[in-house]
């Protein structure tokens, strides 16, 4: 039971490092692995504004902002790689 609980989380941790790291990818390859993960995990579309876009606009104008971002990106996808390696380490103990 553990072994299959400790599995799921592996999975689930690797799933949202990909999703994380995808924010690192230039905005006309980000949309390829987001229709990707839109059918794996469907949802419903917003027919509103394109806020990826919006958030393009403005961090092409200000770069510090976007280096700001991707410093908070980074530190989420080492946190969640740290959590990884914890998981990994512990499914390999049991």
């Not at 980000?30 to 990707?36: A, G, I, K, Y």
């Not at 700001?68 to 980074?74: H, K, L, M, N, S």
């Amino acid at each position: 039971m553990k072994r299959a609980a400790l599995v799921f989380l592996l999975l689930a941790l690797i799933l949202l490092e990909l999703w994380i790291l995808e924010g690192f990818l230039p905005y006309g390859w980000r949309h390829p692995v987001s229709e990707l993960f839109n059918y794996v995990f469907p949802s419903k579309p917003y027919p509103q504004h394109d806020m990826a876009w919006e958030f393009e606009l403005f961090f092409r104008d200000h770069l510090l902002w976007r280096i700001g971002a991707y410093a908070v990106i980074a530190i989420f996808a080492i946190a969640n790689g740290v959590l990884i390696s914890k998981v990994w380490k512990a499914l390999r103990k049991s």
